[in-house]
């Protein structure tokens, strides 16, 4: 049984840090893409990063600020956000998917329930 679970979300200032996770059961993270998705209140939910075999992928928002990794041996994937902006502010959801990356939500097969991350001050 495939199953997902985020972490890691909270309350931080403009400017600060959180790394959120992403723990995987149920099948081994080699053989599938794994994306980070967040959605805003009143908003659509938007690809933020992606990692598969094949690389990392980032959205235009969150380059240079955002570095998704994984570690195969945990069978976790990580998302370390740096340089938080309030828009930044979401429900983050991780999302897996059969080896490619997309960023297209309806594409992913199993998702986590979701971390709440705030930037505000």
């Known amino acids: 049984q495939v199953q997902l679970v985020e972490s890691g979300g909270g309350l931080v200032q403009p400017g600060g840090s959180l790394r959120l996770s992403c723990a995987a059961s149920?099948?081994?993270?080699?053989?599938?893409?794994i994306g980070w998705f967040r959605q805003a209140p009143g908003k659509e939910r938007e690809g933020v990063s992606c990692i598969s075999s094949s690389g990392k992928y980032y959205a235009d928002s969150v380059k240079g600020r955002f570095t998704i990794s994984r570690d195969n041996a945990k069978n976790t994937v990580y998302l370390q956000m740096n340089s938080l902006k309030p828009e930044d502010t979401a429900v983050y959801y991780c999302?897996?998917?059969?080896?490619?990356?997309?960023?297209?939500?309806?594409?992913?097969?199993?998702w986590g329930q979701g971390t709440q991350a705030t930037v505000s001050s």
């Open positions: 149920g099948f081994t993270l080699d053989y599938y893409a």
């Open positions: 999302a897996a998917r059969p080896r490619a990356c997309s960023n297209i939500a309806g594409l992913f097969d199993s």
